[in-house]
């Protein structure tokens, strides 16, 4: 793994510890990171979503997600962008978030 994917790696990891208070699990395995692409001077862009658009936990979400991404070593800002496209949908979760809301 070079330099740039360890360290995505490592904000994927990160991201994983914002939970989203209306499902109770984290964020990347209910599949609403889309994105993380990191640019030149440690700066990591994530792209995201929420469960619906007007979700009453979306600044907090991006406020975590931003916070847990930037305290990762290596990593000088965040910039957190949320988009709706494609819509989120529970195909999108992992087969362990789906297990945990017991979805099939």
């Not at 907090?60 to 819509?87: C, M």
């Amino acid at each position: 793994m070079n330099g740039s994917s360890e360290l995505v790696g490592r904000v994927r990891e990160a991201l994983r510890e914002v939970i989203d208070p209306e499902i109770g699990f984290n964020i990347v395995d209910i599949g609403l990171v889309y994105d993380i692409a990191l640019e030149e001077g440690g700066i990591v862009k994530v792209t995201m979503t929420t469960t619906t658009r007007g979700c009453p936990a979306t600044d907090f979400l991006k406020d975590g997600a931003g916070e847990a991404a930037h305290n990762v070593e290596g990593v000088q800002s965040a910039d957190i962008r949320l988009t709706y496209d494609p819509p989120w949908t529970p195909d999108m979760m992992s087969s362990a978030a789906k297990q945990y809301l017991g979805i099939r």
